[in-house]
């Protein structure tokens, strides 16, 4: 059996912690830069908000019902899910971090009678512990676990759904509502008369092979309550490495570019280093708004790397070389990014043999190790290299709505009277 | 019988030392209450630590306090007893005086223990989040500040208030 544990709408509940007058109200929370919609409450659900709606269009609406609005506060949001995820290991160690707010646990430990009590016990644990109200799915397999989440959240409204007997409910279940299938499949499905989860579950599994593909094949049989995904219990180091932001306004000169293009291969390089790996190829792309009437100009670029590398330096280098040659004044740029490919675990680095004639290379471990280490025990861009730009900078982020860190930080402490 | 089925096949599986930390890795038993702090060495290769003694040790020559270092002063391991649980949280004014609890100190909150008759706790009332001692009665609750010139908050069914977390160390600075 596995069951699935949903934080319910979690940013808004991880802004709600430390702010006890927001019980009750609409909140929602926005996306980088301040966009688009991406965690709404309750509340601010019945208002009709949609889910990735652009910001300025909900903007009135928000006004005229006193809506609670948030910038996103990943620092918090990703404490707070850590909690969550520490505790959900205690009480059962078969467990997949499936995302920020939804890990996977398989419980065939655990008796069948008993696996509802259990799991009531669970959340009830982490609803007082970190005060964050999750809901738990229970099903033969991951997929139905996924259905039975969707059942407590949205049909029972209750914290715990045990599917049992999926029969009974996969008919009620639109099929768009499975587990990896999205709106493109969705209709294609429904075009075939197959409107429903149950429906689906009855669909051969060739006839699926055939005019899809094996993964909705599985799919169905995991409708079935046969098995086919197991527990993905270690997260995969990742093959690609991708860090991109819109400007907090729009940018038309070379150097404020290349100075987010630089503070986002530091972040990626980061990344990188903390799971070891080092990287062959590297990409870049730069990206005037699609969604303006301004000319639009969207280059990009890769290269592979003369030595694999987890340096920020040398990233930043290449990086800026490529960004030279994409860009063109006269255009209005909206968003610059960078993508590290072709990972391999750092054990396996083959020197070039030119590389002892690259200065950098026979200091580089120690230096980014100590960077790392100042900036994960001081705060991140502690230090920093010049190129990512010392002056007040208008191409950072927007998110003037952000609540304190309340819990990484001393001076953002929740107060108490 | 086929002696082909079953048992041990040579070369099946992922080759070694692909997983996240890129080299072969073996399972080892761990104490529950130490998960974190081995996960967290791994993170960061290392933690640091102030050690209770530290001697240069004359070659030859054993340092007598050597077979007395027994641990090293971690003030977590002091202050916190449930990590996933506890929450740090500033204090301001004075209402809690009698308590030892000033305007600027940092309050070490549990979620985990069960507020009962007597503790200290952090309660949300009317939207706010207050600390003061609990008084449990048989109808109702109270909150009752240690300074006097805070009347005690008598807590209601009706009215709009939750036991936070319960408050297990004052951080105060000299």
Not at chain 1, 14 to 35: H, M, Q, T, Y
Not at chain 1, 167 to 178: A, F, G, N
Not at chain 1, 218 to 229: F, H, I, M, N, V
Request: one cysteine or more.
């Amino acid at each position: 059996m596995f069951a699935l544990v949903d934080a319910n709408n979690f940013y808004a509940s991880c802004e709600r912690l430390f702010r006890p007058d927001l019980a009750g109200k609409p909140i929602i929370v926005l996306s980088n830069n301040d966009g688009c919609v991406v965690a709404r409450s309750n509340e601010a659900k019945a208002l009709g908000i949609d889910m990735a709606i652009p910001y300025f269009k909900v903007k009135q609406c928000c006004y005229q019902h006193q809506v609670h609005v948030f910038s996103s506060n990943y620092t918090l949001y990703g404490d707070l899910s850590a909690r969550v995820m520490t505790l959900l290991e205690m009480g059962c160690p078969n467990i997949e971090v499936y995302s920020i707010d939804e890990a996977f646990l398989q419980v065939d430990d655990q008796s069948f009678d008993g696996l509802i009590p259990w799991a009531e016990k669970q959340q009830q644990i982490i609803k007082q512990h970190v005060g964050i109200p999750v809901s738990i799915g229970i099903g033969k397999t991951k997929t139905l676990a996924k259905v039975a989440n969707h059942i407590a959240k949205t049909i029972l409204r209750q914290p715990v759904c045990l599917l049992d007997q999926p029969e009974q409910w996969l008919s009620r279940i639109p099929v768009d509502e499975v587990w990896g299938i999205g709106k493109r499949w969705g209709r294609k499905l429904q075009a075939l008369g197959i409107i429903n989860a149950q429906q689906l579950a009855n669909t051969p599994y060739d006839y699926l092979r055939k005019h899809f593909n094996v993964v909705l094949a599985r799919t169905a049989l995991e409708l079935q309550g046969q098995s086919c995904l197991a527990l993905e219990a270690m997260s995969e180091p990742k093959k690609n490495i991708v860090a991109s932001k819109s400007f907090g306004q729009k940018q038309i000169d070379f150097t404020p570019i290349a100075q987010a293009l630089s503070t986002h291969c530091a972040r990626a390089c980061e990344k990188l280093r903390t799971q070891s790996g080092v990287a062959n190829y590297l990409h870049v792309s730069l990206k005037t708004n699609r969604f303006s009437d301004q000319l639009q100009y969207h280059p990009h670029m890769g290269i592979k790397l003369p030595i694999a590398t987890d340096d920020s330096r040398m990233v930043i280098a290449y990086a800026k070389k490529i960004l030279g040659c994409l860009y063109k004044p006269g255009f209005k740029y909206h968003k610059v990014g960078v993508m590290l490919g072709d990972i391999h675990p750092r054990v396996f680095k083959q020197n070039s043999l030119l590389s002892s004639s690259q200065p950098m290379s026979q200091d580089s471990e120690p230096l980014m190790a100590m960077l790392d280490q100042i900036n994960r025990r001081y705060g991140r861009h502690q230090i920093y290299l010049a190129a990512m730009g010392m002056q007040k900078q208008t191409w950072k982020m927007q998110s003037n709505r952000k609540s304190p860190a309340y819990t990484t930080c001393w001076q953002s402490l929740a107060k108490v009277y | 019988m086929t002696p082909n089925h079953g048992g041990k096949r040579d070369n099946a599986g992922r080759p070694k030392g692909q997983g996240p930390h890129g080299e072969s890795t073996k399972p080892i038993r761990i104490p529950l209450s130490r998960v974190e702090a081995v996960k967290q060495f791994i993170r960061t290769g290392r933690t640091i630590r102030i050690p209770l003694y530290s001697n240069s040790i004359p070659a030859g020559f054993p340092s007598p306090a050597d077979d007395h270092i027994e641990n090293h002063l971690d003030l977590n391991d002091y202050l916190v007893q449930n990590p996933s649980s506890t929450f740090m949280v500033r204090a301001v004014g004075d209402s809690m005086i009698g308590a030892g609890i000033h305007s600027g100190d940092v309050l070490v909150v549990d979620r985990a223990i069960t507020p009962t008759n007597g503790k200290v706790v952090i309660a949300a009332v009317d939207g706010e989040l207050t600390v003061k001692r609990l008084e449990i009665h048989q109808d109702h609750l109270c909150l009752i500040a240690e300074n006097p010139k805070y009347p005690p908050i008598r807590v209601s069914e009706s009215q709009d208030a939750v036991i936070w977390g319960v408050v297990t160390n004052v951080i105060h600075a000299v």
